[in-house]
């Protein structure tokens, strides 16, 4: 019986080929997963709003969202799993409203591959729980 050994350069070469199947899950967002999110504007009576998104590395701009229509854009989460993209929304000369159209820390679970936001009649921001299909009252973070 021959005794195989595997060279630490063969375990470095097999660690490197095999490590990204594992980040590619489809139950949970591994990290580096690829997350959508989209911000819709559902104000009504033709109202349009004014957002900004961004995160610490990238600014989305600023952008009018006319009634009905929402923005959407695309992202990789980092390797250490602290991605976080956040936005500024206002409407009719309102105050600037926050929220955080993305956090790992609270979306890992909620929301791992599309994160849905709406601006209601109302005023009202609510996020879709992709898990339990609802749509959920969250918060604005005012100043």
């Known amino acids: ?9 063969s ?12 980040w590619s899950s489809t139950s949970s967002n591994s990290v580096l997963g690829k997350v959508h999110v989209k911000v819709m504007n559902m104000l ?4 349009s709003m004014e957002i900004h998104c961004q995160s610490k590395d990238d600014d989305l701009g600023h952008f009018t969202v006319p009634d009905g229509l929402d923005i959407e854009w695309e992202f990789y989460i980092n ?9 500024d929304v206002q409407w009719n000369g309102s105050v ?7 956090s790992y820390q609270r ?3 909620r929301c791992d ?15 879709f ?15």
């Not at 019986?1 to 350069?9: H, K, L, T």
């Not at 600037?96 to 993305?102: I, P």
């Not at 591959?113 to 996020?127: H, N, P, V, Y």
């Open 11 to 22: 375990l470095i070469i097999l660690y490197v080929v095999l490590m990204p199947a594992s």
């Open 107 to 109: 979306d890992d679970g």
């Open 44 to 47: 009504g009576d033709g109202r």
């Open 113 to 127: 591959t599309k994160c849905s936001w709406m601006i209601s009649e109302d005023g009202r921001l609510f996020g």
């Open 129 to 143: 729980d992709q898990y339990h299909g609802t749509w959920d009252v969250m918060h604005f973070h005012d100043a």
């Open 79 to 87: 390797f250490w799993g602290t991605t976080l993209f956040y936005c």
């Open 1 to 9: 019986m021959r005794n195989y050994m595997i060279s630490p350069r």
């Open 96 to 102: 600037w409203h926050h929220f955080d159209a993305y």
